[in-house]
Nanobody, 123 residues
Framework: VQLQASGGGLVQAGGSLRLACAASGGSFTFYRIAWFRQAPGKEREFVGAIRWSDSMTHYADSVKGRFTISRDNAKNAVYLQMNSLKPEDTAVYYC?????????????????WGQGTLVTVSS
């Protein structure tokens, strides 16, 4: 199975974007889907995640209250709604899937990765 992130683009500060993560080549049977991001010159960091069984979500403090993760079972997709965007949200955003419980914020526990989509927030 392959994950594909889409929906990135250029937006002004204060604006919104919705990213999508879709699966192809297999079923969307993950324990958890997470979003990570990597800003220029920085390490990739955890943004948020959704547990597939009950849609429980977790967020990094930096995005809490602004970003929302949701899922669509029928479309085998997960979404990252990003509101009140700030220039510091500029990054390549990746979706990742974990089939086992693992550690929520540990990238090593995610075995399936999308190719990333670039979000640029202008000031």
């Amino acid at each position: 199975v392959q994950l594909q992130a889409s929906g990135g683009g250029l937006v002004q500060a204060g604006g919104s974007l919705r990213l999508a993560c879709a699966a192809s080549g297999g079923s969307f049977t993950f324990y958890r889907i997470a979003w990570f991001r990597q800003a220029p010159g920085k390490e990739r960091e955890f943004v948020g995640a959704i547990r597939w069984s009950d849609s429980m979500t977790h967020y990094a403090d930096s995005v809490k209250g602004r970003f929302t993760i949701s899922r669509d079972n029928a479309k085998n997709a997960v979404y990252l709604q990003m509101n009140s965007l700030k220039p510091e949200d500029t990054a390549v955003y990746y979706c990742a899937g974990a089939r086992l419980v693992g550690q929520l914020r540990d990238q090593r526990d995610y075995n399936y990765w999308g190719q990333g989509t670039l979000v640029t927030v202008s000031s």
